[in-house]
Each structure stands twice: as structure tokens, then as C-alpha cells.
């Protein structure tokens, strides 16, 4: 009896690897399986992001004031269309690691926005560090280190990883689709 029920146990972890597979573009495929088929039921629904993004009002902004929480509300401005149920996590030395890809990081604050669900690729995280961090060399290192196909059966090509700073804030956003959005209402923070 035991071992029918490891060949079961066996058969059902095969299948559940093979149907989230290695493959970057089952997100593409996905989406093309999605149009196909609300063209065919003559409906269609517009899932692209508006041309404008982020903050549009003449709000002014000092990043030096806000908090990186706050931060992360502003770079999700304008795009209630397109941006998933998100939860804010706190950054610690001790699940750094997850979130950017360095063990032990130490900032002055750090918070990760991330998808609820977790077969969705998306994580903005936003960090502010110490006067006198070598940011560029920090950028760089996050950029090198951080793992893009983190979730379960889904992740983010390489060249959609962004990683900036404004100051001494850095932001690294993981979003297949609307990274350029999320990072274009980040660069607005500098004005």
C-alpha cells in the first residue's frame, strides 16, 4: 500500500512540473491563447496600459521626505487598470535574499511590493539607503543578483528587470508587462 501511494505522490509532482515547465514565454503564450479566444467570441477586451502613466497632477513630490511605502503608492499612480492585488512586506537582512537577490542586506528602509497571487510576476521593491552608499555599484549588484523567475510556473525576462535610483532611494521593479509604466511614475519622484 505504501508504495502505491509514493508512485501516486510520484506521478502527481511529475505532472505538476511539467505544467509549469522552464519555458520564458508561457506567459506570451498564454496571452495569445486569451486573444484568440475572446476574438472568436467577438468580445474583446483592452488589456494594454493607458498611453499617459503615474502622476499627472501637479503634485510635488520630495522623495528625501517620503517613506518608501509612500513611494510605492506613487509609482502605482494611474494604473488601477493593470496592476495586481498587492501586499507591502517589509525588507530585512534576513529575507533581503528573496526580494533583490543580496543576503544581509542592510538599508535604511526597504519594502516590497509584491503579487498576492504567485503565479503572477510582479514585484516593485523600493530602498532607501545610508548617505554614502555607492548606489551605482548597489544597483548593479541587485541587477546581477536578483532572481526574475522567483514565483511558481512564471517570471519576467531579463531585459524586463529595471533597477534606478533617484538619490539615495533605489527601486527595482519585476513586471512583465508594465515595468516601463510603474518606472516612468518612479522617475517622476525626481522633479
Known amino acids: 500500500m505504501k508504495k502505491f501511494a509514493v508512485i501516486i505522490l510520484a506521478l502527481a509532482l511529475a505532472l505538476g512540473m511539467t505544467s509549469c515547465g522552464n519555458n520564458k514565454n508561457d ?16 468580445t474583446t477586451t483592452d488589456t494594454t496600459a493607458p498611453e499617459t502613466t503615474a502622476a499627472e497632477d501637479d503634485t510635488v513630490y520630495n522623495i528625501d521626505e517620503m517613506s518608501c511605502e509612500d513611494i510605492v503608492g506613487v509609482i502605482y499612480k494611474g494604473s488601477d487598470e493593470y496592476a495586481p492585488m498587492t501586499g507591502i512586506t517589509e525588507i530585512t537582512p534576513d529575507n533581503s535574499e ?3 537577490g543580496i543576503a544581509n542586506l542592510e538599508t535604511e528602509q526597504a519594502v ?3 503579487a498576492m497571487i504567485s503565479s503572477i510576476a510582479h514585484s516593485i521593491v523600493v530602498m532607501r539607503f545610508a548617505e554614502g552608499t555607492d548606489i551605482d555599484a548597489m544597483k548593479t549588484d541587485i541587477k546581477a543578483k536578483v532572481n526574475p523567475r522567483k514565483w511558481i510556473c512564471v517570471g519576467v525576462d531579463d531585459d524586463k528587470v529595471i533597477v534606478d535610483s533617484i ?3 533605489v527601486v527595482l521593479i519585476l513586471d512583465q508587462e508594465y515595468g516601463e509604466n510603474y ?6 519622484l525626481a522633479k
Open 112 to 114: 516590497a511590493s509584491e
Open 183 to 188: 518606472h516612468a511614475n518612479f522617475l517622476k
Open 27 to 42: 506567459a506570451a503564450d498564454t496571452t495569445a491563447e486569451t486573444t484568440t479566444a475572446a476574438t472568436t467570441a467577438d
Open 167 to 169: 538619490g539615495n532611494v
Open 98 to 100: 528573496y526580494y533583490v
